[in-house]
């Protein structure tokens, strides 16, 4: 079974800085994809940035860029020059290629932002 | 701007009662989609539905059914509420398309079951 491991509960980071959170996934499958999720205060989930397996090159989203190591099976967030707006609980998510739109995404245990002013 | 409506933003019951669930959305997808949110472990799926009155189970159904009569329109079931259904409920809904499409999620329901 696919897991996904987010071993920081909590993170902190100063207005302006950069900082990155953390991601393990275990899968047996070798086409994939991996996503960030946001949920701010108001409980709206939204999509930060998404990566597909086979594509080498990380995916970058503005302010958001990923470090994707397959072999390591790692899949880390990197959010630049960090605001307010960023404090949220950020969810790292997997879905296998072969899965098609209908099936589940498994979801990480999440990791709460705070931004400090 | 596309939506994903959620019936109630809080919600408190009574052990044994029956308790329904709404979700709605605006963008004629194909997924639907009710997840369990817990402290520290995240989003667990519990049941999901690919199309009109066709659904499947995800990984924690018991004790949960679901109900999709009209594409727009997913509904969760709780048959007799127990304390340990306590969670945040969201639902979420998917185009029909590759595994990479986004989900689209409501604002969840809070439920206490006292």
């Known amino acids: 079974a696919q897991t996904v491991t987010q071993s920081q509960p909590e993170m902190s980071v100063q207005e302006a800085e950069t900082v990155t959170l953390s991601c393990t996934y275990d899968?047996?499958?070798?086409?994939?994809?991996l996503f960030w999720y946001k949920q701010p205060p108001s409980r709206q989930m939204i999509l930060v940035i998404r990566q597909e397996a086979y594509k080498q090159q990380n995916a970058t989203e503005n302010r958001f860029s990923v470090n994707f190591q397959k072999a390591a099976k790692s899949f880390s967030l990197k959010i630049s020059d960090s605001q307010l707006g960023d404090a949220a609980m950020y969810f790292c998510a997997y879905t296998a290629t072969s899965s098609g739109s209908a099936r589940q995404l498994t979801f990480g245990s999440g990791t709460q932002l705070t931004v400090l002013p | 701007d596309v939506k994903v409506t959620q019936s109630s933003r809080y919600l408190v019951k009574r052990t044994g009662e029956k308790v329904f669930l709404e979700c709605v959305q605006d963008m004629d997808h194909e997924n639907m989609f009710w997840y369990r949110q817990d402290p520290g472990l995240g989003l667990r799926l519990i049941y999901f539905s690919y199309d009109v009155k066709m659904k499947e189970k995800g990984d924690i159904p018991e004790g949960y059914s679901v109900s999709r009569e009209k594409k727009e329109r997913f509904s969760l079931i709780l048959e007799s509420a127990s304390t340990n259904q306590t969670s945040m409920y969201l639902c979420?809904?998917?185009?029909?398309?590759?595994?990479?499409?986004?989900?689209?999620f409501g604002s969840g329901t809070q439920l206490s079951v006292l």
């Open positions: 899968t047996s499958e070798s086409d994939y994809y």
């Open positions: 979420a809904s998917r185009p029909l398309g590759g595994a990479n499409e986004k989900l689209f």
